[in-house]
């Protein structure tokens, strides 16, 4: 058998894993969510729920990827008791890793477009409704959604195709640190801006009189789906990287510190976005017209605005890049776990795979924009969006929980002998009843209340 690869160093393995699972709902989805349900109230509740939700899920992805030595595609194949059938999990997540794909690269496009428009002014001297043109016109336009979906998948198979440590460990851990710098001098920048004094009080004092407004249960949920979501758990984009460590450190510290610095990316991309929206008066709406249209407008009216827009852009660009090298290096192991390609043949096989089956989102805001999956005014990627996020990430994160528990599975003694080989943090003994039994029930919870809320 091949030698496994494997990374040259433990803080490349936290950074590309942060990178897997630090992406754009970090950025923009977590900030509003914050601040429509009660500021520092609900990332309080959101923190206790990425501790009790994410983090168990997340230590066993990085058990089964180390114990097996293999990517999803294989892993449950060599763990799994004979005649029993949890390799059909590997399908699911294979799936789930292209679909994922199919519509993130669309969006990364879009921000290395905003990149270039910032830099060439575009936006400079535009009114509100005129940068919301600007990003209708992008969308719009078929040759734009496609050329940045193209040239983002041309970026990550590229990184991918030069290694392991040499490409995707290497060129992730400068990303990683330039976001988090990127990160730190727009932080300063929104912080200081006259007015941001009552943003910042919205984003970081308690109010727990809006979790009584919103309904509690609404608000548990909200923390309890951004937990759950934001790490990208369930289709085994987390375990690859469990298969490229050694057995010197315990998987549960490593996955507390993986928690612990998405959250902080979290928490610092609303420490832009609150202050910055509080000083000239705009409302942090939901969704892509934050990032699109309003932070724009807001870039228009500082001082440097052009270069405070740029760097923004490069954060999120390196966001949504992070996440897309990290997803490719899980879909290249597939190919090498199930045909024993080489890398360079898997990253060009997958290259041109992805940037075919990206096409249907890149074309569903302008050309194919008639199809309306979800009913109207819905888009290809809203129904790629939905498969995965309502689908794909609650059912493949219940049968890891499964696997990693059930006597018919590889079973909770394996599963914690593995996660704690190596120094540092333990897996407790006393949550075997928890994730056994609990934990599946609130898994279970949000894939039937995320159907709720869609169709409801």
């Known amino acids: 058998m091949e030698q496994r690869e494997k990374f040259s160093s433990r803080i490349g393995f936290i950074l590309i894993s942060v ?42 992805e990085f058990s089964v990827g180390r114990a097996s030595q293999r990517s999803a595609a294989r892993s449950f194949h060599v ?16 799936a789930g890793n292209y679909l994922l794909m199919m519509f993130y690269t669309t969006v990364g496009g879009w921000m290395l477009i905003y990149v270039k428009k910032m830099a060439f002014g575009e936006f ?3 009114t509100a409704e005129e940068t919301g043109e600007i990003f209708y016109q992008m969308l719009a336009s078929p040759s734009s959604t496609m050329g940045g979906m193209l040239l983002v998948v041309a970026l990550g198979f590229l990184v991918c ?35 941001a004094g009552e943003g910042l009080a919205f984003y970081l004092v308690p109010d727990f009189g809006k979790i009584v407004e919103h309904g509690g249960g609404e608000v548990v949920f909200a923390a ?51 202050p910055a929206c509080s000083a ?22 500082m001082a440097l605005g052009r270069l405070w827009g740029v760097l923004f852009f490069i954060f999120m ?12 290096q899980n879909i290249i192991s597939f190919s090498q776990d199930l045909w024993g390609f080489d890398r360079k043949k898997a ?88 994730v056994s039994y609990v934990l599946p029930v609130i898994v279970l919870v949000i894939l039937v209340m995320g159907y709720w809320q869609k169709f409801s």
């Not at 206790?48 to 066993?60: E, H, N, Q, S």
């Not at 660009?317 to 490719?328: R, Y």
């Open 224 to 274: 309890m789906g951004q937990a759950f979501f934001t790490l990208s758990l369930g289709i085994g984009a987390m375990a690859i990287f469990g298969s490229y460590i050694d057995k010197s450190r315990a998987l549960t510290g490593e996955a507390v510190n993986i928690c612990l610095l998405d959250t902080v990316v979290a928490i610092l991309s609303g420490l832009i976005i609150f």
């Open 280 to 301: 000239f008066g705009v409302s942090p709406g939901q969704g892509p017209g934050l990032v699109f249209v309003t932070l724009p407008n807001i870039f228009n009216q």
């Open 347 to 434: 990253s060009l096989v997958n290259g041109i795979a992805v940037a075919v089956l990206s096409i249907p989102c890149a074309l569903g805001f302008n050309v194919w924009s008639n199809i309306q999956p979800l009913g109207a005014g819905s888009t290809i990627q809203d129904l790629e969006d939905f498969i995965i996020s309502n689908n794909l990430l609650p059912l493949g994160s219940m049968l890891y929980l499964l696997f990693c528990t059930s006597r018919r599975g590889w079973g909770f003694r394996a599963f914690k002998k593995e996660a704690d080989t190596g120094d540092g943090l333990k897996f407790p003994g006393w949550a075997r009843v928890y």
């Open 161 to 195: 195709s030069m290694g392991l440590q040499k490409g995707v460990e290497r060129i992730t851990k400068w990303m990683m640190g330039l976001l988090f710098v990127i990160l730190l001098i727009l932080c300063v920048r929104s912080m200081t801006l006259p007015g």
């Open 317 to 328: 660009s390196f966001a949504a890049l992070s996440t897309i090298i990290a997803v490719f």
């Open 124 to 126: 400079s001297g535009k």
């Open 79 to 94: 763990l799994e008791p004979k005649g029993t059938k949890w390799h059909f999990t590997s399908y699911l997540a294979i």
């Open 19 to 60: 990178g897997c699972a630090v992406g754009l709902g970090n950025v923009w989805r977590f900030p509003y969510i914050a601040g429509t349900y009660g500021g520092a109230a609900f990332v309080l509740i959101y923190l206790v729920f990425l501790a009790i939700l994410g983090l168990p899920i997340m230590v066993m």
